[in-house]
């Protein structure tokens, strides 16, 4: 049974910083990523890495935001720098199942950033 758990979420102040890890369990995982939401609007992607290291960014994330992986340890992680307010979400990881390619998501973790 695949299992995805965020953690690190909290509140911050602007300009901090925050670091989510999300660990999965019960396959190997090629591509994972990281999405958010805010009520009223639609999930945003807002990093993704493959298998190898490859990484992209959300525009509103770039230069800010680092994606990273530990293949061993099934984990993602995303390393958040100069939060700001509109950085509030849920974030929530989504990671693909390398046979197969059946996509999971977490359950999230909120991130909130005060001005």
């Known amino acids: 049974q695949v299992r995805l758990v965020e953690s690190g979420g909290g509140k911050v102040q602007a300009g901090g910083s925050l670091r989510l890890s999300c660990v999965g369990s019960g396959s190997i995982f090629s591509t994972m990523r990281w999405h958010r939401q805010t009520p009223g609007k639609e999930r945003e992607l807002v990093a993704a890495?493959?298998?190898?290291?490859?990484?992209s960014y959300a525009e509103s994330v770039k230069d800010r935001f680092i994606i990273s992986r530990n293949n061993t340890k099934k984990t993602a992680y995303l390393h958040m720098n100069n939060l700001k307010p509109e950085d509030t979400a849920v974030y929530y990881c989504n990671f693909d199942r390398y046979v197969g390619g059946d996509t999971y998501w977490g359950k999230g973790t909120q991130v909130t950033v005060s001005s």
């Open positions: 890495i493959t298998y190898g290291g490859k990484s």
